[in-house]
């Protein structure tokens, strides 16, 4: 048997107490999503496919829709080290023709969608440029003054916090750098604007949920996810919904629980109404060794659409939040 249906099976059995997870009582309206790294181009994926669901979404470490144009090698090249010869025209075009074909939502509903656009100077692995043309990208679809860029934070690849992780100059595992900075602190109030301080995070309000119900070997994802739930949404009050993606080497098969728990999500949740969604992908063989989301079309050619196999697992993960 190969070592990665091994590891899929151990990982199951592991964590065979998750709960099924719950829906809960959200606005529509304040449903975004956010990642790093491959996250991050998953979460532009989502938010463009999905804009009718989505209302903002916020790219840390990544780039532009569609940049790896279903290639494994182009993402390892082109897209992470040398984006200056993209041409955002191309996936502009490509967007316009998903949508025009019903594969992603009108592009239409981009026009009024906050947008939080992160890249470091020092950057190494994803070379910031990459984040310049996703601005060339959605500056095509969403108002100028709706899209924010940071880019004077001199850190490593990685998640930037106030005060969890490694020194922000060093790019490693658990991938969450502690730079006296709150990126998701700063993309959460991009997108919803005025909010409560950050307050303290409870333990308990992490819950961990199968994703069994949610997509196959071939999706892939891991055996659980995490959900963060604040006493006020768990009691039936109306609440918004955040869905955080990690990155390469972020699942728990490298770094356990680190990223739901440090990354800076939760403490926000807890003050604002806000229930925070981790989903995890997993590991398939020499396709996504290291439990990347599909960013390249490991998946399938359809992995930016609506039917992409990780796109629709998502979505029916929020779906069910949302109670639908």
Not at 74 to 79: D, L, M, P, V
Not at 169 to 187: F, H, Q, R, T, V
Not at 225 to 238: D, F, K, L, M, S
Request: charged content about 15%; hydrophobic content about 40%.
């Amino acid at each position: 048997m190969k070592l990665w249906i091994i590891a899929l099976i151990l990982s199951a059995a592991t964590f065979a107490h998750a709960d099924a997870l719950k829906p809960y009582k959200i606005d529509p309206a304040r449903v975004t999503v956010s990642g790093i790294s491959s996250g991050a181009f998953m979460a532009v994926q989502l938010h463009v496919a999905y804009s009718s669901v989505f209302s903002g979404a916020a790219s840390i470490a990544g780039g532009i829709y569609w940049c790896a144009e279903g290639d494994g090698q182009r993402a390892q090249t082109t897209c992470m080290y040398m984006p200056q010869s993209i041409q955002s025209s191309d996936q502009i075009a490509k967007a316009k023709a998903l949508a025009a074909s019903g594969d992603i939502d009108p592009l239409s509903n981009l026009a009024n969608h906050p947008v939080y656009i992160y890249a470091s100077p020092k950057d190494m692995i994803i070379n910031p440029m990459n984040s310049d043309k996703l601005v060339e990208f959605y500056s095509a679809f969403t108002s100028a003054n709706l899209i924010r860029t940071e880019h004077s934070i001199e850190s490593a690849h990685g998640m930037p916090t106030l005060d969890q992780g490694n020194a922000c100059n060093l790019a490693m595992s658990p991938w969450i750098l502690k730079c006296n900075y709150d990126a998701a602190g700063e993309l959460l109030k991009t997108m919803y604007g005025n909010l409560q301080p950050r307050g303290q995070a409870d333990a308990s309000h992490l819950l961990q949920f199968s994703q069994a119900d949610f997509g196959n070997a071939q999706t892939p994802l891991f055996a659980t996810g995490w959900i963060y739930v604040p006493t006020a949404c768990a009691n039936g009050e109306t609440c918004g919904l955040h869905v955080a993606l990690h990155g390469c080497q972020m699942n728990p098969d490298y770094i356990q629980d680190q990223f739901v728990k440090e990354a800076g999500y939760n403490e926000w949740a807890e003050t604002n109404h806000m229930i925070i969604l981790y989903p995890q992908s997993a590991k398939l063989g020499q396709a996504n060794p290291y439990a990347c989301w599909d960013w390249f079309g490991f998946t399938g050619a359809n992995y930016v659409t609506k039917s992409g196999a990780q796109m629709t697992a998502i979505k029916k993960m929020v779906d069910r939040v949302m109670g639908r």
